[in-house]
């Protein structure tokens, strides 16, 4: 499958609808969040505070929605099974914390599977909830709404990646005409949609995105047939880079010290938390830190090191994340060879956070300020 795209920046002219409120939001409202992607189920509650939000519950899971996707085209018997499992989960927490006002969706999985409705029909059946399939500018744009807190008030060029199970969005943002100060909020504005409508206030222009239909898994799936860990990883890598040939800014971006890339995803974190040595994970040490190119390739090469059994009895990586760090690394070190920068913004942020954002700036109970 092709990537998506665009037909270059002037072609940005969808805006994404976001649900309307039905009422307006009590004082105190909780808010949740659920991402269902080709490999993970994960969900936020959480309650407006100030400019962002405080969580107040949780939930994530590897249900492996897309197992045997790329070969059948559908979502198998047990994936499915598995997936309405922590479903159930999720709905047991969403009836406990009383939660009215939520967005659940599924992403590059049922995107591609031609039973994906009959899938989001039984999920309603089983469990109540109501999933629904978004396409992948929304993807995109929920992603580059999570990550406006780390954006710096130098960038003036910021590229937002976001690496998930089925497919990896990139959002090119030109931040020029915006003051320093401004900046954050300006790509907060984003949530209404990537085609900015006429306002007074200074717009964060996207240049360009992207959606390659390569992510963690699907990408795994594709070199399942190569023995050899090395030579897998490094056709991985170059294939992945092959498929951003379209990307407008690929080819004519020139480097400077005003680009910032921000990456989110288990594997950024995963990469970040390995390069800091950390025993067990911590969000607050990960959350917003800064690597160089050189530290990333240091953690890649250790990973390779290890080789699969290593990697599978590393700590670091974790029982749930081993079969598909190397993918993940494949795809982070062709972004790095891609663009003028040598330091990467790890987000430990995603399209949980930017639903909820999105609700809760369409429902105005945010505070205005800065991050």
């Known amino acids: 499958m092709a990537p998506q795209r665009p037909k270059g920046a002037g072609a940005l002219e969808q805006k994404t609808a976001l649900s309307p409120a039905p ?61 309405i499992q922590a479903l159930r989960i999720c709905q047991q927490k969403l009836r406990r914390n009383k939660v009215r006002r939520m967005r659940l969706v599924a992403t590059e999985a049922c995107r591609r599977a031609l039973n994906a409705n009959e899938f989001i029909r039984r999920v309603h059946r089983e469990t109540g909830l109501k999933l629904d399939i978004i396409k992948p500018q929304e993807e995109a744009q929920l992603a580059v709404i999570s990550c406006a807190p780390l954006v710096g008030r130098s960038t003036e060029n910021l590229l937002v990646v976001d690496i998930g199970g089925g497919s990896t969005e990139l959002v090119w943002i030109d931040l020029k005409d915006v003051p320093a100060h401004d900046r954050p909020q300006s790509i907060m504005r984003l949530h209404s949609g990537f085609k900015q409508l006429q306002s007074d206030l200074p717009a964060a222009r996207v240049v360009d995105w992207i959606s390659v239909p390569l992510g963690v898994a699907t990408l795994r799936e594709q070199f399942n047939d190569v023995e050899d860990d090395a030579a897998r990883f490094a056709l991985m890598s170059w294939f992945f880079e092959e498929n951003l040939c379209d990307f407008a800014p690929y080819h004519d971006t020139q480097p400077h010290e005003k680009f910032q890339i921000v990456g989110t995803s288990g594997t950024v974190t995963t990469v970040a938390a390995s390069h800091l040595g950390l025993k067990r994970y911590d969000r607050t040490k990960v959350d917003g830190l800064h690597m160089t190119s050189d530290e990333i390739d240091r953690v890649i090469r250790s990973y390779l090191a290890l080789g699969p059994a290593g990697r599978r009895s590393d700590p670091r990586i974790g029982h749930d994340r081993q079969a598909l760090i190397m993918s993940g690394a494949a795809i982070l070190q062709a972004l790095m060879r891609c663009w003028p920068t040598d330091r990467l913004s790890v987000a430990d942020r995603g399209l949980r956070e930017g639903l909820l954002y999105a609700q809760m700036s369409a429902d105005g109970v945010l505070e205005d300020g800065e991050f």
Do not use: W
């Open 23 to 83: 009422v307006p939001p009590r004082s105190g409202e909780l808010y949740a969040a659920l991402d269902l992607g080709t490999n993970s189920c994960r969900m936020l509650i959480a309650q407006p505070k100030g400019n962002g939000f405080h969580v107040v519950d949780s939930f994530s899971k590897s249900v492996q929605l897309g197992a045997g996707l790329e070969r059948t085209q559908r979502l198998s018997r047990g994936s499915m099974t598995r997936t």
